[in-house]
T-cell receptor
Framework: KAGVTQTPRYLIKTRGQQVTLSCSPISGHRSVSWYQQTPGQGLQFLFEYFSETQRNKGNFPGRFSGRQFSNSRSEMNVSTLELGDSALYLC?????????????FGQGTRLTVV | DQQVKQNSPSLSVQEGRISILNCDYTNSMFDYFLWYKKYPAEGPTFLISISSIKDKNEDGRFTVFLNKSAKHLSLHIVPSQPGDSAVYFCAASNTGNQFYFGTGTSLTVIP
């Protein structure tokens, strides 16, 4: 069974640009969550999608947005990039929304904003 | 506001000894707790979890203990092996798929 796939693995962007990251969850998983990891901050929750609907949202500005497609694949978009957006962006998939279940993570996309 | 805290950024342990990683949380509504292991340039890998209705869960060399009254959980690794060297994150959730993560503890197992 293939794991969570994130593309691209590495990305360099300039301040003010926008970026789109992609995540393909494990087959059969309908919940996709996004996290930002920065040094010293751990993993910060961005948002969660289930059946194409955003179910939860973390404390991030509106420049961060996402969507989920009917095949459960998800994209995350960051507009008007700032230097502080440089981070590892992780996507996680779960088989169901709610309840007690672990999330399976992809390898992440390392975004560098210059 | 950090709802899940790992106060030890790093830990060094001799091979064969016990590693104890600690985690504290503030939200009494959390009902599911997990530990993840992360190597550099890779995503976190699920290790072990525990529901709030239990106080202990064991899986091979890994045991997680939950003390709800103290809002504290710990991960015990016995015996520790060099391959266990990684960053360990604890996480908590409350009936959803929004996980709150600690800042991680870097474990080094010395051969």
């Amino acid at each position: 069974k293939a794991g969570v796939t994130q593309t691209p693995r590495y990305l360099i962007k300039t301040r003010g640009q926008q970026v789109t990251l992609s995540c393909s969850p494990i087959s059969g998983h309908r919940s996709v969550s996004w996290y930002q990891q920065t040094p010293g901050q751990g993993l910060q929750f961005l948002f969660e999608y289930f059946s194409e609907t955003q179910r939860n949202k973390g404390n991030f500005p509106g420049r961060f947005s996402g969507r989920q497609f009917s095949n459960s694949r998800s994209e995350m978009n960051v507009s008007t990039l700032e230097l502080g957006d440089s981070a590892l962006y992780l996507c996680a998939s779960s088989p169901k929304q709610g309840g007690s279940t672990e999330a399976f993570f992809g390898q992440g996309t390392r975004l560098t904003v210059v | 506001d950090q709802q899940v805290k790992q106060n030890s950024p790093s830990l060094s342990v001799q091979e064969g000894r016990i590693s104890i990683l600690n985690c504290d949380y503030t939200n009494s509504m959390f009902d599911y707790f997990l530990w993840y292991k992360k190597y550099p340039a890779e995503g976190p890998t699920f290790l072990i979890s525990i529901s709030s209705i239990k106080d202990k869960n064991e899986d091979g060399r890994f045991t997680v203990f939950l003390n709800k009254s103290a809002k504290h959980l710990s991960l015990h690794i016995v015996p520790s092996q060099p391959g266990d060297s990684a960053v360990y994150f604890c996480a908590a959730s409350n009936t959803g798929n929004q996980f709150y993560f600690g800042t991680g503890t870097s474990l080094t197992v010395i051969p």
